[in-house]
């Protein structure tokens, strides 16, 4: 069986359920997905069942601490040296232009001698990275110490805000692939890397599953209630959300909305509630799992989302699965999925008075059409964000990939990218 290697900087995390979804997809492909991630994660904001059972077997990098890096570095060093040697070099590269500076990069290095450790224990043959910043930096230096190939899906906008800060042109050059969410997001990547990289650059969309693919189409409420999914962040927009909300409730009407998600702005968001006096008409649920996600997702008109900055929101593919129409902004690969006027609206980002109007749309619009573009939604959701179809096609370029590795192992068996596995007694770490 093929074994590959997840890595995340903190997983299983509520918000990241669409990759959990993808490694249950490549699981069901036939592939051995070994569960790493940098730090761990919080459990007692974990609130479904599945990613509890996630963080069960999912193996944290720091979880060694500060004397089991210092130890796995010190053998790379005895047993590797001019392979330590040489990430090093690439550490000091990186650390030039970043702004957490050289000990940040060292402290990578040392957390890529522990991957590299036990990716060799466990003959993992690639190392897939979720999100370009940290994680992918870390896949890269256990590459550079002569662990296996990586590839990583970059999703934005945090990778496009700091291309350079983070050296996402570097990581694309030295990795077997890479995967953008988004056709948008495979454009951002191509501005960054020759042309001679583009042929590596593949669009893989998240997804969901049948939790929300299966489930039949339930008749749209009659009650005036929306319904936003996010983490409560500046990019998601829900400060901007609640000044329209204000507007609309100036002006007599009369609605609910349900803010489902947690995050840094939720004080400012609080406040906000306060001072606009929306205590009745605004509510925050929290972090909510899959089943309660979709109830409230069931219970609403719209799925409302005015982002700032985003990759592809899996909330809009799970309320379209649900037959929901939503309201979103016209940024980065959400045009792609939502068509305004067939199962949605798109207004400018940042305009409360575009947003506004949308939502007066969404809450004046007869049940029937909202249920038909809601039909629609479902229909493009089905067709673009299957997660299991596009797990496959992370398969076959897992597969392709290890292929290719092995038979350059096999035309150039001293090739400096492949490396058996190494005795690092270090496994009590």
Known sequence: MLKIAYLINSYPKTSHSFIRREIAGLESCGIQVTRFSIRSSNATELVDEA????MEQTRAVLGVGIVGLFIGLLYVAVTIPIRLLLALWLTLKLSCYSEQGVLYHLAYLAEACILL???SDLKISHVHAHFGTNSTTVAMLCHALGGPSYSFTVHGPEEFDKVKLIALTEKIERAAFVVAVSSFGKSQLYRWCTTKQWSKIHTVHCGVDDSFLAQAIVSIPTKPRLVCVGRFCEQKGQLLLLDAVHQLVSEGLQFKLSLVGDG????????????YGLQEYVEIIGWASNSEVRQQILASRSMVLPSFAEGLPVALMESLALGRPVISTYVAGIPELVQPGVCGWLVAPGSVKALSEAIRAALYLPTEKLEQMGRAGAQRVAQQHNAAIEASKLAALFRSCIE??????????????????IPIGINNI
């Open 404 to 421: 290719k590795s092995q038979k350059q192992a096999i035309d150039l068996p001293l090739n400096i990218h492949t490396v058996t596995s």
């Open 51 to 54: 990613d509890k059972l996630e």
């Open 117 to 119: 450790q036990w990716v």
């Open 264 to 275: 840094p702005l939720r004080t400012d968001i609080e406040a906000l509630i306060v001072e």
